[in-house]
C-alpha cells in the first residue's frame, strides 16, 4: 500500500470513492483527476472501484507486487 495512483476523467465530485480490493483508498480531486492513495492489500490482481455520488460505478484493476 501507499503507492499513488492518478485515475484521470473529467466531472469528478466531492464524495466520489476508490475501493481497492474492497478497501477504501485516500482520494483527492483535481478538475481533471483522481489522487489515490492505494490501501495494503494482496498480491496479485485487484479490482478497482471508483463510485460517483450518484451511484454510478467504473472498475479497473490494479496490480500489488
Request: charged fraction near 0%; hydrophobic fraction near 35%; include cysteine.
Amino acid at each position: 500500500g501507499g503507492n499513488s495512483i492518478a485515475i484521470v476523467g473529467t466531472e469528478f465530485t466531492s464524495g466520489t470513492t476508490v475501493t481497492i480490493g474492497g478497501n477504501p483508498a485516500g482520494v483527492s480531486f483535481t478538475p481533471t483527476a483522481l489522487l489515490v492513495t492505494a490501501p495494503g492489500g494482496s498480491l496479485g490482481f485487484q479490482p478497482v472501484v471508483v463510485t460517483a455520488v450518484n451511484g454510478c460505478t467504473a472498475t479497473t484493476t490494479y496490480f500489488y507486487h
